[in-house]
């Protein structure tokens, strides 16, 4: 083919690249379509009113929360010198601009290089070809990044531009065209829309009808506004205009603009227009009808129409109405038949309307059917059953039928035996909630289940089986201590196990000279003994209770004593501290200690009392920095004294919650 031939095949647009790009230039950004979690790529492209590079760009990327940019590419960014035998199959412009940047690129202007910048925007092959195309694929999901390219010229790198900030994730489409906008003059539609340039360079126009609801694109290649156009123009000028429209058809539009990746942004909002006709055509006659059971068909005879679009069939329960259309959508034009299914049986009527292309209805008489009761109602869904002292509540979702009757309430005690239910209300309940009072004491599991029955008597399937056990409010017997052993400081109490098979456990309590009552321990059912350190001396009385798994408590037991003689203090630790700093996420300990002298201080540490470790040696001074911390976990320490003689002295539990 001519040179000359293939260039004017292509098409003329009017839009020049200045009025998208400044000279100063943009990078675009995009996450990649059809990309995923394990794979994610992030389209770059990059525009000035220089269509290409001759010594190349280098593309930089740094993430949010960095200050340094990094080169992405091992050599420059170049223009290539073809594209893929597959990209040229699927566009038969490519091969054209291909050949035009080959063998002579640097004379590529005006109106021809208007086209190249088009066909950069449209074909990612294509800028990618030209060199104003890099995809990144070494991102993670999540993280944010920017991007900045820098033209290499005579060797030294100047800044094209910086991209806005993106997240790598899924390709999202570009928000929609606003301001579309529509006017009907005769039998053509006027369109406008607000042209923003730095978000798309064209629009695609769609439209449906009411003839038969298909989508068609009506334009060719994308709309492209002149730079020339008023400014006001998505107010007050026509950008698009559709000559095509019929009388009494509703057409719906929507516009997508054309990015610069080659996609498009989302769809507009719909704007609608008619050509009004008000005249109706002539009624479908001698309509007949035929009944199976739930399912009816309605014929009719056809008045030909020259704007017949096809037929709507209406139903009811009265005569003179209101009746409702039945047809999801609208009958052919050349359909006799219709099948309908009700939901119940019952009296019905049926019209039948011819509907014209501007939604014009003409309506027959209507006809009579009856259909008969022999359909039981649907089973109950949604069947609970909640458990409260001495009652059983149930409740389900109302049944839908007009003709229902009410509710059978069925129970059993066997869950093994489907047969001996045993029905509980002679009369059909008319509600959907039911209440069944028992003893306090019952401990079955009772399964129900509900049959809902219409007025013709008609039984549904059973409801799904709900079970249910009354609440245990029963306490276990009280516990029985049976000694109490002491052991220099180390006491051993010992107990009965209860008898009860739900006993979750025992708390333990104790009380010095008198004192208040303390808990001292929960200690599973499993156990019979428990064994205690003195810290102190003194006189110590202990009880037991017993708790089972509904939380039911018992009495107290029988209470124990025991003696502890009291040691003589050789030293004690005056003050404990604990200094938290969140900046720097450490812990100071520091404490004061008075008495005979220690050979040393070590630091134990836990989450709990009971897992208490050293995590220091011997210390002579009295501080220590823990730095080992994890936020939202509460420690615990404690300073232990170890003198000469091997005797320790303790401080005490001191906890701390970093935060």
């Known amino acids: 083919m001519n040179f000359f031939v293939k260039i004017l095949s292509i098409i003329l647009l009017t839009l020049t690249a200045s009025s998208l790009f400044a000279q100063t ?14 794979s994610p790529v992030i389209n770059v492209k990059w525009y000035t009113e220089q269509l290409w590079y001759p010594e190349g760009v280098n593309v930089y990327r740094r993430q949010s929360s960095e200050d340094e940019w990094t080169k992405l590419n091992s050599t420059p960014v170049l223009k290539k ?3 893929s035998m597959e990209a040229l199959q699927e566009d038969e412009d490519l091969e054209v601009m291909v050949e035009i940047m080959n063998d002579n690129p640097e004379q590529a202007e005006g109106f021809l290089l208007i ?16 060199g104003i195309q890099y995809d990144d694929a070494s991102i993670n999901w999540g993280d944010t990044y920017q991007y900045q390219v ?19 994730g899924e390709y999202m489409a570009e928000a929609p065209v606003q301001s579309f906008k529509a006017s009907l003059e005769d039998y053509t539609a006027n369109f406008s829309w607000l042209a923003e340039e730095g978000r798309f360079y064209g629009v695609n126009v769609y439209r449906t009808s009411s003839i038969d609801g298909k989508e068609i694109k009506l334009n060719g290649r994308p709309i492209v506004l002149s730079e020339n156009e008023d400014a006001n123009a998505p107010q007050s000028g026509i950008m698009y205009r559709d000559d095509s429209l019929r009388q009494g058809v509703i057409y719906k539009y929507q516009i997508a603009g054309t990015d610069f990746f080659g996609g498009e942004t989302q769809r507009s909002e719909t704007v609608e227009v008619q050509v009004e006709d008000v005249t109706p055509p002539k009624a479908p006659v001698n309509l007949l009808r035929k009944v199976d059971t739930l399912n009816i068909q309605v014929s009719w005879d056809i008045v030909p129409e020259e704007d017949l679009a096809g037929f709507n069939v209406y139903r009811s329960v009265l005569s003179d109405g209101p009746y409702d259309l039945v047809n999801s959508n609208l009958l052919a034009h050349s359909d006799t038949v219709f099948f309908d299914q009700v939901a119940y049986p019952g009296n019905y009527y049926y019209t039948v309307a011819s509907v014209d292309y501007a939604g014009n209805e003409g309506v027959s008489s209507p006809v009579y059917v009856e259909v008969q009761d022999v359909i039981p109602p649907a089973s109950p869904e949604g069947v609970t ?69 219409d007025t013709s008597y008609n039984r549904s399937e059973p409801s799904k089986v709900v079970r249910a056990r009354m609440p ?60 205690i350190k003195a810290s102190t001396g003194g006189n110590f009385s202990y009880r ?67 897992t208490l470790r050293p995590v220091t040696g011997l210390l002579k001074d009295m501080q220590y920095r823990d730095k080992d911390l994890s936020e939202g976990h509460t420690y615990k320490y404690e300073v232990r004294c170890y003198q000469n003689d091997g005797e320790v002295i303790k401080s005490g539990i001191i906890a701390e919650l970093i935060e």
Do not use: H
């Open 472 to 531: 245990d409010v029963t306490a276990p017997v009280k516990p029985f201590i049976k000694q109490v052993l002491v052991s220099g400081d180390s006491i051993e109490i010992l107990w009965l196990k209860n008898p009860e098979p739900d006993v979750k456990g025992y708390v333990l309590q104790s009380s010095k000279e008198r004192d208040l009552w303390n808990a001292v321990a929960e200690i599973p059912a499993s156990e019979n003994i428990y064994k």
């Open 115 to 130: 086209n190249l910048f088009i066909k950069s925007f449209q074909s990612m092959e294509f800028s990618r070809f030209l």
């Open 385 to 453: 059953i909640k458990s409260d002292t001495g009652k059983f509540v149930l409740s389900w979702a109302a049944n839908e039928e007009p003709d229902l009757r009410g509710y059978l309430i069925f129970r059993t005690v066997n869950e093994n035996d489907s047969k001996n239910y045993v029905l509980l209300n002679s009369q059909p309940l008319k509600g959907n909630v039911f209440t069944q009072t028992l003893p306090k004491n019952a401990k079955n599991t009772f399964l129900y289940k509900i049959v809902a029955v």
């Open 150 to 168: 820098r033209i290499i010229n005579n060797g030294e790198e100047s800044v094209l531009a910086t991209s806005p900030e993106i997240t790598a």
């Open 544 to 610: 037991l209770q017993a708790v089972d798994s509904s939380g039911n408590a018992s009495e107290f037991s029988n209470v124990m004593k025991a003696e502890i003689a009291i040691k003589q203090v050789s030293g004690k630790f005056k003050e404990v501290k604990l200094k938290y700093n969140k900046r720097k996420k450490q812990l100071d300990i520091i404490w004061e200690y008075e008495g005979k002298e220690c050979k040393g201080f070590i630091i134990y540490k836990g989450e709990a009392e009971n």
């Open 25 to 38: 230039g943009r990078v675009l950004v995009q996450n990649a379509p059809n990309t995923s979690l394990e």
């Open 81 to 83: 010198s073809t594209v």
